[in-house]
């Protein structure tokens, strides 16, 4: 992975399609005009940004040579929430709250698997209410209007307009490992934006932005997810993710093909960790076949159901593990194995630290 210093020397070069993470100090700050995605004269949507703007911040990142970068983040019932990756490697941190009102913070507690960071600052504005999290039961559809507001290139309070554009999206996490059930947007996404909130028009948190993917999509940290780990982190400083000790590959039509499967669907284990939770309960592949001039995997169990949710997708899988289970918890994988289908009980285990 690249260090510290070159993910914000690259995602300060990167603009729009860049990580949306951290800007550089020094970089673009203090001239221009903010960014912004979309006209915000719209008197409810105006209404909404002037509602939860001062319940968003700019997070300054200091290192012991100086200021490091800049970031968004918001206020919750937990303290104020941002990426990980905004303050990872921190000495010191200062909050930027709406009205140039700055206020020192602690790093309450972090979690890189997620992306998630909780922060404590001292004496914190009284206008600076909690914003609260949207109802995930649902979760919003895809084309539910959006506003991101945060603090990209260090321009404070600025917003961008746009609408949840896919669900259930995994996003790249350390250690080979994915953030689940991750918000895609068309909201203009920037340098700076990371940490902050991506609301409804009702004023909700539909998700914690992290990062930009390219022109028009960016995504989020799910507030499904986020209500899971935001809690544990302000309470224990950190948070334990469900692990199979597997890996994965999603059944696409050439994978089907080499299993004799009649349909795409499915998530098949190619990998066994010695000694993980699933040793000795589920199988690995342990051959191989060429479909079509491609080398799959063959004779792992294809996982087709777990915890008594349906596995069509790898996403499937990894939002039943992130969003419904717990370390230590025994849950029940429907698998086919050997052209016949047979149901195990496994154990989770804890994520290593990354």
Same mark, same amino acid.
């Given at each position: ?11 300060? +070069? +990167? ?5 949306? =993470? ?7 700050? =203090? ?14 949507? +105006?209404?909404? /940004? ?14 012991d ?5 800049? =970031? ?27 009205? #140039?009102?700055w ?6 507690g972090?979690?890189? /698997? ?6 404590? &600052?001292a004496?914190?504005? +009284? ?23 945060? *603090?990209? /290139? ?20 350390? #250690? ?24 409804t ?8 932005? #992290?990062?930009?993917?390219? %022109?028009?999509i ?8 986020a ?14 993710h ?6 994965l590959? %999603?059944?696409?039509? *050439?994978v089907?093909?080499? /299993?004799?499967? %009649? ?6 284990? *190619?990998q ?8 000795g309960?589920?199988?690995?592949s ?12 063959? =004779? ?26 717990s ?11 050997s ?12 994520? &290593? %630290? &990354?």
């Open positions: 992975m690249p260090s510290r210093r070159e993910f914000l020397a690259a995602v300060g +070069a +990167a603009g729009a399609a860049g990580a949306a =993470g951290c800007v550089r100090i020094g970089g673009r700050t =203090g001239s221009g005009a903010p960014v912004s995605g979309a006209d915000v004269d719209d008197s409810a949507t +105006a209404a909404v /940004y002037d509602r939860v703007v001062p319940s968003v911040v700019g997070v300054r990142v200091y290192d040579s100086g200021p490091l970068a800049n =970031g968004s983040g918001f206020v919750t019932d937990d303290g104020v929430v941002t990426n990980q990756h905004v303050v990872a490697g921190a000495s010191r941190v200062k909050l930027r709250f709406h009205g #140039n009102v206020r020192d913070a602690d790093v309450v972090t979690d890189a /698997y997620s992306d998630l960071a909780v922060l404590s &600052p004496d914190r504005p +009284a206008s600076a209410t909690p914003l609260g999290w949207v109802d995930t039961s649902p979760e919003p559809p895809v084309g539910t209007d959006v506003l991101a507001i945060g *603090t990209p /290139y260090g321009y404070d309070g600025s917003a961008s307009s746009g609408v949840i554009s896919g669900v259930d999206r995994l996003l790249p996490g350390p #250690n080979d490992f994915q953030i689940a059930d991750a918000v895609q947007t068309d909201a203009a996404l920037n340098p700076g934006n990371s940490g902050g909130p991506l609301v028009m009702a004023g909700s948190v539909a998700g914690v932005v #992290n990062s930009a993917g390219g %022109e028009n960016g995504f989020a940290i799910s507030a499904a997810l209500k899971r780990v935001v809690p544990a982190l302000a309470a224990d400083g950190d948070y334990d469900s692990y199979m000790g597997v890996r590959l %999603e059944v696409s039509p *050439t089907a093909a080499a /299993y004799g499967l %009649e349909d795409v669907g499915g998530v098949v284990v *190619t066994v960790a010695d000694g993980g939770p699933s040793a309960v589920l199988r690995g342990d051959g191989t076949d060429v479909v079509d001039g491609v080398r799959v995997p063959t =004779g792992g169990d294809v996982i087709v159901g777990m915890a008594g949710r349906d596995v069509e997708t790898q996403a499937d899988l990894s939002n039943v593990l992130a969003l419904r289970t370390p230590g918890e025994t849950i029940p994988v429907r698998v086919r194995r052209d016949a289908a047979t149901t195990v009980d496994l154990t989770l285990g804890a994520r &290593p %630290e &990354p």
